[in-house]
């Protein structure tokens, strides 16, 4: 079998060209939200607003606020209306809105008004994360779903760096210089979507009433929305604390470097064999496994142990990665009816975003009360409360609710 065999054999025929065009336009919109939010416009605020630096570094701050809630807020709504009208045409509307906030940030030149295109460009991203997980969960053969999902959505990853990186060494050039840049990457994404190449899904004959679909739907969702939140929490709790807590760990920056890339390499090696136990039925005990290595590392990084032990304990931690993150997908695939997926993915993701933006702030306030082990310690905790909730809770995780009318 060839590579190029190999790299098919997840996705339904002729599917592939279209995963690829949703996963490229998700890729350049990130580059711009990372960039912009993450890098650029606290350097750039002050310039195109005219104001004081610390005034407008609290603007732009408020803008990424304002954005992300706005994704947050539209993640349901986007899953509602993929599931009635379809993956192409929203992610099309998505990213056409995500065009035009970029093309009038360069007039933003008032607070009123950068908050208004962040809202903007907030309801326009919502679109792209559900719609390339939707896309790729139907694409995917059912055997290989939670390693396809994890593939494509990791592949995305790279991008936001990339974008913090590019846009954040631009940071002190004017906006209407690097306007090109952004307007252009943001409308690749747009043109991405042109290529996205949907199924039509067989309509069945008799399909059951909207309130039998919404409880089924309900029932799947219940185990999971409590899950999702955790998780998003759990794993975003050091993200904004890295570069505090590493020289009090007794890393320097390149060490600090390694001590991620063998995290990193770890769970990137062990996927083929993780995925292969989330993808073999035993979703749940991926993610309970997941969550239980993780925990474990946290707790070992909260003694503040030798320099040379946290290369081990980032293994350990990766190894945790590598069976939660296609163990997720492929519990989530597994548990929700695939008419109501869309829309139950929109909650789902809605929920995992307020653990990301929750998660920073929990890890800020045990770092600011309790030290260098607050954030270890807290997230610890977290993992081992998880991982007993999906043992505790195991019997509502273990098949697919009924889909039929009498259910």
């Known amino acids: 079998m060839t590579l190029r065999e190999r790299l098919r054999l997840p996705l339904a025929p002729g ?48 803008a990424f606020s304002v954005h992300f809630f706005t994704d947050t807020l539209m993640r349901s709504p986007v899953g509602v209306l993929i599931s009635r009208r379809g993956v192409r045409p929203v992610m099309l509307a998505g990213a056409a809105l995500c065009v035009l906030a970029m093309a009038l940030l360069t007039q933003a030149h008032a607070i009123w008004l950068l908050l208004l295109v962040a809202a903007l460009h907030g309801v326009g991203f919502s679109a792209l994360w559900p719609g390339l997980v939707n896309l790729t969960a139907e694409a ?54 042109l290529f996205v190449k949907v199924r039509p899904r067989p309509v069945p004959a008799e399909r059951p009433p909207a309130r039998a679909r919404m409880k089924v739907a309900a029932r799947a969702l219940a185990p999971l929305i409590p899950a999702a939140f955790m998780q998003t929490l759990t794993l975003t709790l050091l993200g904004p604390l890295l570069f505090t807590l590493y020289p009090e760990l007794g890393l320097n920056y390149w060490s600090m470097v390694g001590v991620l890339g063998v995290g990193g390499v770890v769970a990137f090696a062990s996927m083929p064999f993780t995925g292969r136990v989330a993808d073999g039925g035993r979703a749940r005990l991926a993610v309970t496994l997941g969550f239980a290595l993780l925990g474990l590392g946290l707790a070992l990084f909260a003694t503040t142990p030798p320099v040379w032990t946290l290369f081990l304990l980032a293994a350990l931690v ?7 993150s296609p ?16 829309a139950a993915w929109g909650v789902l993701m809605t929920m995992e975003n307020i653990g990301t933006s929750l998660g920073p702030l929990l890890g800020a306030f045990a770092y600011r009360q309790y030290g260098l082990p607050g954030p270890f310690v807290t997230g610890a905790v977290l993992a081992a409360v998880t991982a007993l909730g999906y043992v505790a809770f195991r019997r509502s995780f273990q098949r697919r609710p009924d889909p039929s009318p009498s259910s």
């Open 15 to 62: 599917s592939l060209p279209g995963v690829v065009a949703a996963a490229l336009t998700l890729a350049c919109s990130e580059f711009v939200r990372s960039g912009l939010y993450g890098a650029y416009l606290q350097q750039a605020a002050p310039g195109l607003l005219g104001l004081p630096k610390k005034e407008a570094v609290a603007v732009a701050a408020t």
């Open 140 to 193: 995917a053969y059912e055997s290989h779903q939670g390693r396809t999902l994890t593939a494509v959505t990791m592949s995305v990853m790279p991008a936001v760096g990339l974008g913090v990186l590019v846009l954040g060494a631009l940071g002190g050039r004017p906006f209407g210089q690097i306007a090109l840049l952004i307007v252009g990457v943001q409308a690749l994404a747009l043109v991405s979507v």
């Open 318 to 324: 990766g190894l945790g990665y590598a069976f939660l």
């Open 327 to 342: 163990g997720w997908a492929a519990l989530v695939v597994s548990r929700l009816p695939e008419a109501e997926r869309p």
